[in-house]
Structures are given as C-alpha cells and as structure tokens.
Nanobody
C-alpha cells in the first residue's frame, strides 16, 4: 500500500505560478514512476507529467515549457512547478503513483486560475 498526501493547490491569477507537492508513504520502495494528472469537472482525468526514479520525464504537450516535474527519491516526494497558468487549467490535480503492485491516487488538490 502507498499513501499519498498532496499540498499546494489554491487560487492564482492567469499567468501566475503555483507549486504542487505530493508525499508518498508506505511501500515506496517499489514505485515505478510518479506523476500528476488533472481533471476538469465533467471531463476525463488527463496526464500532466510523469517522472521515473531515474529522472526521466514525460509531459503533456500543452504544458511543455511551462510546467516542471521533479522528484526527491530520498523523501518519496514529487513536485509540480506550474508557470504561466491559464484559466482553462483550473482543475483538480491528482498525484499518481505507478507501483509494481498497482496504482495509487492522491485525494486531489484544487487549482483555480482566474482570468
């Protein structure tokens, strides 16, 4: 089992920046990769970015150059630095862990980007 606790959501103006953090606990030794997804009400959850334990990253095309995912393996945390935020990126952001035993989701962090 892996438990995930997110922090850092909130309200920001368009063009502003926000940082999300996610701390994993439990059986963290077998985590394959960590990442972030977002979900807009009424729509499917979609990928934002992922990062492996070796630091390989993958980003949605829409956030490349603006968002940066990072990971601290020693602390089992994953962060998402978001810059130049857009109102359409208002969503609940979920921390995600792909583990050898399955997948886990955080409770979600609300991000609101005002126009």
């Amino acid at each position: 089992q892996v438990q995930l606790v997110e922090s850092g959501g909130g309200l920001v103006q368009a063009g502003g920046s926000l940082r999300l953090s996610c701390a994993a606990s439990g059986n963290v030794g077998s985590i394959v990769y960590m990442g972030w997804y977002l979900q807009v009400p009424g729509k499917q959850r979609e990928l934002v970015a992922t990062i492996t334990s070796s630091g390989s990253t993958n980003y949605a095309d829409s956030v490349k150059g603006r968002f940066t995912i990072s990971r601290d393996n020693a602390k089992s945390t994953v962060n998402l630095q978001m810059k130049s935020l857009k109102p359409e990126e208002t969503a609940v952001y979920y921390c995600y862990v792909r583990h050898v035993m399955g997948e886990y989701w955080g409770q979600g962090a609300k991000v609101t980007v005002s126009a």
